[in-house]
């Protein structure tokens, strides 16, 4: 990779990412690989974390490094020191820091005075550690990226706009379906058309579902938006995954968790034999640990 950072998917470029793609698949295939041997992580986290803290601090270890968890209230961050002074001291201790921030903007000055690669773990606009996993389980599912179409459904937020670039990187046919209020911004749809073809855009899920093989959602209030449940779950009314909007297909379903069963998805669906949220989640580790690889080694 020519990428000193991995803040958004488009930091690389195709080849890029179907290289990291096939690493991803060899690394999950051995039984062991301790190619950053030495190595520290840095992991700043300014919201709270299952699978990101899980997957990254265990794909240290079996890669043969180190992963150092730091909350908010375990560093100066959030107690008055400047984020560039964070960076800059953190840059002299680690060999990469990844951080799980509300702000993007906080990720780039992060990159910005750091000395050392940095991952974004998740920002309020971008997941591009989310999408690496997402599509290494569309190609494990199919054998490939090509021909696949897809379906997202739901709110336009930082997973799904992620989603929409990185298909377009991989040539991934896709679809998306959101309330009008909750689209995907005009920026991210501009860049999808910069690097591939742009997903239909869809306020019908019964429109951008029709052939799909693989559909996809996430939850529809996410962190920080807990003041505008009321009105979100009025806005996405007929747009939740359950068994009589996928009566008539038999795609793939795909979530990247955390679930709001009941909202978003049903228990019967995410629980059902066409659910693959599972190996979704799992590949999050081996995705990053190519990252990891390809950043640090």
């Known amino acids: 990779m020519n990428a000193a950072d991995f803040l958004d998917i488009d930091d690389i470029s195709a080849d890029e990412l179907d290289d990291l793609l096939a690493l991803a698949a060899e690394l999950k295939a051995s039984e062991s690989d301790a190619?950053?041997?030495?190595q520290t992580l840095g992991m700043l986290f300014e919201k709270p974390s299952t699978r990101t803290r899980i997957s990254f601090e265990t794909g240290m270890t079996q890669l043969g490094g180190h992963a150092i968890f730091m909350g908010p209230d375990d560093i100066q961050l959030g107690h008055g020191e400047p984020l560039k002074d964070t960076a800059r001291a953190m840059g002299r201790y680690v060999?990469?820091?990844?951080?799980?921030?509300?702000?993007?903007?906080?990720?780039?000055?992060?990159?910005?005075?750091?000395?050392?690669?940095?991952?974004?773990?998740?920002?309020?606009?971008?997941?591009?550690?989310?999408?690496?996993?997402?599509?290494?389980?569309?190609?494990?599912?199919f054998g490939g990226l090509d021909d696949v179409?897809?379906?997202?459904?739901?709110?336009?937020?930082?997973?799904?706009?992620?989603f929409a670039v990185g298909c377009a990187l991989a040539g991934v046919d896709l679809a998306v379906a959101t309330p009008p209020e909750y689209a995907m911004d005009d920026a991210v749809l501009d860049r999808a058309a910069e690097r591939g073809e742009p997903p239909e855009v869809y306020t019908d899920p019964d429109a951008a579902i029709d052939g799909a093989d693989v559909i996809y959602t996430?939850?529809?209030v996410s962190m920080g938006e807990e003041d505008e449940r009321e009105a979100k779950l009025a806005a996405f009314d007929g747009f939740q995954l359950n068994d009589e909007l996928l009566a008539d297909t038999d795609a793939t379903v795909m979530h990247c968790l955390p679930a709001h069963r009941g909202e978003e998805i049903t228990d019967s669906v995410i629980e059902s034999d066409r659910s693959i949220v599972w190996v979704q989640a799992e590949n999050r580790l081996h995705a990053q640990n190519a990252l990891l690889v390809e950043l640090l080694g």
């Open 35 to 38: 190619r950053l041997t030495d």
């Open 95 to 141: 060999d990469g820091i990844m951080a799980r921030l509300f702000d993007h903007a906080d990720a780039e000055t992060l990159a910005e005075y750091a000395d050392v690669p940095v991952i974004n773990g998740l920002t309020d606009d971008a997941h591009p550690c989310q999408t690496l996993a997402d599509l290494l389980t569309i190609h494990e599912q």
């Open 218 to 220: 996430d939850v529809w």
């Open 149 to 162: 179409r897809v379906a997202w459904v739901g709110d336009g937020n930082n997973v799904g706009q992620s």
